[in-house]
T-cell receptor, first 114, second 110 residues
Framework: EPEVTQTPSHQVTQMGQEVILRCVPI?????FYWYRQILGQKVEFLVS????????KSEIFDDQFSVERPDGSNFTLKIRSTKLEDSAMYFC????????????FGPGTRLTVL | SQQGEEDPQALSIQEGENATMNCSYK?????LQWYRQNSGRGLVHLIL?????REKHSGRLRVTLDTSKKSSSLLITASRAADTASYFC??????????FGGGTRVLVKP
């Protein structure tokens, strides 16, 4: 069964450093998303991406964050200058032709900012 | 106000028993999705119920939706130890994002 994959599974970085989290969505899906889950808290929406542009973003997704689909398979989340409070599990998700379909999540990248 | 609030926050049952958890939401939705998360792992999609549906089944899972009460329930029948996990509802209103609740932690004792 096709699935969303994410790399790395765990990323440790120093405060102020840039990180890039990578995702490979399910191949025939057209909508892509990033969510995060701070330890012990709810899963929070960050951004959705369709047709090579951001379709929706939350207030969390400020100028420090950016997303890109650099090629036909990868979808990346970049955090330019990480802060301690960026430590969280970051989930990538994708859905089929319309955003009202099921969103399938990847296994997540645990980001630890020291 | 919060979308997708589950209750109870935690549930402990014996293997073979049924587990029921509820979800409430605040605004009109397009659909509501349920996910399972094993400790520290990813979110596994369980079932989606659309706003014009009242009940849906998938294997041992039964989901109901009452849009007049803005609530949904997830029933796991004949629970197994492997069902031990956190279960989240996620409401999809207009737009693309899912709004998750805080989850119900289910412990199934063998």
């Amino acid at each position: 069964e096709p699935e969303v994959t994410q790399t790395p599974s765990h990323q440790v970085t120093q405060m102020g450093q840039e990180v890039i989290l990578r995702c490979v969505p399910i191949s025939n899906h057209l909508y892509f998303y990033w969510y995060r889950q701070i330890l012990g808290q709810k899963v929070e929406f960050l951004v959705s991406f369709y047709n090579n542009e951001i379709s929706e973003k939350s207030e969390i997704f400020d100028d420090q964050f950016s997303v890109e689909r650099p090629d036909g398979s990868n979808f990346t989340l970049k955090i330019r200058s990480t802060k301690l409070e960026d430590s969280a599990m970051y989930f990538c998700a994708s859905s089929e032709v319309v955003s009202s379909n099921e969103q399938f999540f990847g296994p997540g990248t645990r980001l630890t900012v020291l | 106000s919060q979308q997708g609030e589950e209750d109870p926050q935690a549930l402990s049952i014996q293997e073979g028993e049924n587990a029921t958890m509820n979800c409430s939401y605040k605004t009109s939705i397009n659909n509501l999705q349920w996910y399972r998360q094993n400790s520290g792992r990813g979110l596994v999609h369980l079932i989606l119920i659309r706003s014009n549906e009242r009940e849906k089944h998938s294997g041992r899972l039964r989901v109901t939706l009452d849009t007049s009460k803005k609530s949904s329930s997830l029933l796991i029948t004949a629970s197994r130890a492997a069902d031990t996990a956190s279960y989240f509802c996620a409401a999809k209103a207009a737009g693309n994002k899912l709004t998750f609740g805080g989850g119900t932690r289910v412990l199934v004792k063998p």
